[in-house]
């Protein structure tokens, strides 16, 4: 088991910036793919960012691109995300989740991920 606790999230102005952070617990850190996902009210979770087990590789949704930076420590067991530029449209429950999976499509993909965290919610006013 993996136990994932989500913090960092809270109400800001557009254009502002928050940044998340997941830490774990349980099994190794270092054996598991991080990535962060969202969900608005009446939208199905998306993917955000994801990260390789080793920080080497990072993905990221087109939406997301140049103002989000996901990067984890696996020394704190922690993994981040920053988020700059912040916009309305990102409002939303942010989870972070735990894979054995890697590669891009695995990665992208909720299906792929055996933990998940509580979420933290994300606000972003106009």
């Known amino acids: 088991q993996v136990q994932l606790v989500e913090s960092g999230g809270g109400l800001v102005q557009a254009g502002g910036s928050l940044r998340l952070s997941c830490v774990a617990s349980?099994?190794?850190?270092?054996?598991?793919?991080m990535g962060w996902f969202r969900q608005a009210p009446g939208k199905e979770r998306e993917f955000v960012a994801a990260?390789?087990?080793?920080?080497?590789?990072?993905y990221y949704s087109d939406f997301v691109k140049g103002r989000f930076t996901i990067s984890r420590d696996n020394a704190e067991n922690t993994v981040y995300l920053q988020m700059n530029s912040l916009k309305p449209e990102d409002t939303a429950v942010y989870y972070c989740?735990?894979?054995?999976?890697?590669?891009?499509?695995?990665?992208?993909?909720?299906?792929?991920?055996?933990?998940w965290g509580q979420g933290t919610q994300v606000t972003v006013s106009s």
């Open positions: 989740a735990a894979t054995q999976k890697s590669g891009t499509y695995y990665f992208r993909t909720t299906t792929s991920y055996d933990y």
């Open positions: 349980g099994r190794t850190f270092s054996n598991y793919g």
């Open positions: 990260v390789s087990w080793s920080g080497a590789s990072t």
